[in-house]
């Protein structure tokens, strides 16, 4: 099984709508991680959490809002969908390794079109 | 503002060949650089990471590069492989291990059969 898993894999929406993507980590990490991936443009962060009770924004958060439900589950919420907001979504996590450095871990992603 | 920045945006290669890409940084305080690798279809994966009191760390036909006084590092494949195929990032962490990872915006390579 999977140790970062995003569920849906696939979503179409329409502009407005109310949007949710959810990500589950049996890694037992306390970091976990939203971005956001266009061509050209690479991972852009848009959310982070260090533990359940910390949350950041990150470079693009505007127009997105996250959940630290658990240590385990980071959800992904847009609350009225726009068509610019066609793309990849990665959850990841992350602990402190070797010498305190992050290696981050990534979920399949989420490829989400809002027409 | 780009804290790392990569070239090129895209690599073609033939089979065997060697692929070169290149990343640069401003921020002295950034002491860990990964690569990461996507293949199509998935998410990024740790490939390679080195630190800054070594200039060179292989791992196989991949090489990273690190020169501190110019603050570039690069990533080398050598005898490319079309299963090398992929999307690559380079990233930097500053000191201390409580930030997050700042990532370049990627390089697409392509190994020709």
């Known amino acids: 099984d999977a140790d970062v898993t995003q569920t849906p894999r696939n979503r179409i929406t329409k502009t407005g709508k109310r949007i949710m993507l959810e990500c589950s980590q049996t890694?037992?990490?306390?970091?976990m991680y939203w971005y956001r991936q266009d061509p050209g443009l690479g991972l852009r962060l848009i959310y982070y959490?260090?533990?359940?009770?910390?949350?950041n924004k990150g470079e693009i958060s505007d127009g997105y809002s996250v959940s630290r439900q658990a240590q385990a589950k980071f959800s992904l919420s847009l609350e009225s969908a726009i068509p610019n907001q066609t793309a990849l979504y990665f959850c990841?996590?992350?602990?402190?390794?070797?010498?305190?450095?992050?290696?981050?871990?990534f979920g399949p992603g989420t490829r989400l079109t809002v027409l | 503002q780009q804290q790392v920045k990569q070239s090129p945006q895209s690599l073609i290669v033939q089979k065997g060949g060697i692929s070169i890409i290149n990343c640069a940084y401003e921020?002295?305080?950034?002491?860990?650089f990964p690569w990461y690798q996507q293949f199509p279809g998935k998410g990024p994966a740790l490939l390679i990471a080195?630190?800054?009191?070594?200039s060179e760390k292989k791992e196989g036909r991949f090489t990273i590069s690190f020169n501190k006084s110019a603050k570039q590092f690069s990533l080398h494949i050598m005898d490319s492989q079309p299963g090398d195929s992929a999307t690559y990032f380079c990233?930097?962490?500053?000191?201390?291990?409580?930030?997050?990872?700042?990532f370049g915006k990627g390089t697409k390579l392509t190994v020709n059969p």
């Open positions: 990841a996590t992350s602990a402190l390794g070797l010498a305190g450095k992050d290696t981050q871990y």
């Open positions: 890694k037992g990490h306390d970091r």
């Open positions: 959490s260090f533990d359940v009770k910390d949350i």
């Open positions: 921020n002295t305080a950034f002491d860990y």
């Open positions: 080195i630190r800054p009191d070594v």
């Open positions: 990233a930097a962490s500053p000191q201390g291990g409580s930030e997050k990872l700042v």
